[in-house]
């Protein structure tokens, strides 16, 4: 039940773009990504809701294919506030949440 | 606005003795949700309540644990007997109630158990 994240860590220099990929074996009902910087809280990014739109949020984006049960999130001219994990969170039915193992992104300057 | 509230930050507990930790979820959020962060499982979801109900508590460990939200502003997650195994950082989350709504984490417990 829980969902598929890949890569597991990526090291980025300031400005360059990164993807993260989530996939689910089962039909999804919407997929969340969140991030959480170390010692903190996982904060909301975006959710994408099956049948809707790519939404954004600044220079991150995302998608969500729902035949094939997958989203990406698309970081674009990444900056150093950006470091942190990422997680993408996929409800089935209705707050049914299940979370990836999440994605470590560090950029350096 | 306040958000979400957690207590206590921070819980040093010996093995074999009862813990509690405590939520107060947004004001007007229906939903609440107990998570489990752990370096080797992750993110769990433990249970939630949608109208102070509990909807799915298949997440819960055992039967050790036990959650209860006796009004909309108040939760609590009690461990009793707690174990070593138990140490980890519990958040407490809340939102608006639909599925498909952002979730509002709380700064989360810190539970050592010894």
């Known amino acids: 039940q829980q969902p598929v994240q890949s890569p597991q860590a990526v090291i980025l220099r300031e400005g360059e773009d990164a993807v993260i990929n989530c996939s689910s074996s089962?039909?999804?009902?919407?997929v969340h990504w969140y991030r959480q910087k170390h010692g903190e809280a996982p904060v909301f990014l975006m959710i994408l809701l099956k049948g809707g739109e790519q939404k954004g949020h600044e220079k991150i984006s995302a998608s969500f294919n729902e035949k094939k049960q997958q989203s990406s999130l698309y970081l674009t001219a990444s900056q150093l506030s950006y470091s942190g994990t990422y997680f993408c969170g996929t409800e089935r039915f209705g707050n049914d949440m299940r979370f990836g193992a999440g994605t470590r992104l560090t950029v350096k300057p | 606005d306040a958000g979400v509230i957690q207590s206590p930050r921070h819980e040093v507990t010996e093995m074999g003795q009862e813990v509690t930790l405590r939520c107060k979820p947004i004001?007007?959020?229906?939903?609440l949700f107990w998570y489990r962060q752990t370096m080797m499982r992750g993110l769990e979801l433990l249970i939630y309540f949608n109208n102070n109900v509990p909807i799915d508590d298949s997440g819960m460990p055992e039967d050790r644990f036990s959650a209860k939200m006796p009004n909309a502003s108040f939760s609590t997650l009690k461990i009793q007997p707690s174990e070593p195994r138990d140490s980890a950082v519990y958040f407490c989350?809340?939102?608006?109630?639909?599925?498909?709504?952002?979730?509002?984490f709380g700064p989360g417990t810190r539970l050592l158990v010894l």
């Open positions: 004001s007007g959020h229906n939903s």
């Open positions: 989350a809340s939102s608006l109630g639909q599925a498909q709504e952002t979730q509002y």
């Open positions: 089962k039909a999804l009902y919407s």
